[in-house]
């Protein structure tokens, strides 16, 4: 298992995608918008992990939720998975809450599936498979 990202609420997309450009020294190798999450999201690539940048883009969003009791700043961390389902199978027979009962399409073509922090000492934790081609 691997960090695959570390993800990141941020309000104005745009000012945190420059700053985080200055900070790496690069640019994001993806920008996308995921309907599903209510989100825009952009990727940087950091050694062999990511920073994943996140903005709400509707009030309902999980980002905007967490942007109002909690400020921006980090949100989550994704761990890649060779299968998805296996890795939530064995986490719910561990007793971790999982956040959805089947993998869901994430960005950056990734099946995903979230742990919910209180089962994981506060941290919000994400399951990433890459979708083979
Ligand atoms: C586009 C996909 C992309 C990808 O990589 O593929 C993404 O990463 S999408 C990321 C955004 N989507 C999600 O985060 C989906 C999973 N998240 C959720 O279902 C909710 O955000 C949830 C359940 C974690 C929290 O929901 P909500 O904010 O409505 O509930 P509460 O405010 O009552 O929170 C409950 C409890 O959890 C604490 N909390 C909330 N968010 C986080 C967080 N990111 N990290 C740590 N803790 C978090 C919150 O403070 C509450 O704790 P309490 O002690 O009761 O205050
Ligand atoms: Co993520």
Redesign the pocket.
């Known amino acids: 298992m691997k960090v695959e990202?570390i993800?990141i609420?941020v309000k104005n997309f745009q000012d945190a995608n420059q700053l985080f450009a200055k900070l790496l020294g690069a640019e994001p190798y993806k920008e996308e918008k995921?309907e599903?999450?209510a989100?825009n999201?952009s990727f940087f690539h950091v050694g062999n992990t990511k920073i994943?940048l996140?903005e709400a883009t509707a009030d309902h969003?999980?980002?905007a939720?967490?942007i109002e009791?909690?400020g921006e700043g980090i949100?989550?961390i994704?761990f890649e998975v060779e299968d998805i389902v296996a890795e939530m199978e064995r986490l719910k027979a561990e007793g971790f809450q999982l956040?959805n009962e089947t993998p869901k399409r994430?960005?950056?073509n990734?099946l995903?599936c979230?742990v919910?922090?209180?089962s994981a000492n506060?941290?919000?934790v994400?399951l990433?498979q890459e979708i083979k081609k």
């Open positions: 990202h993800g609420a995921v599903s999450e989100v999201t994943e996140l969003s999980a980002i939720r967490f009791k909690k949100h989550h994704a956040l994430g960005a950056d990734k995903v979230f919910h922090p209180k506060g941290v919000l994400e990433c």
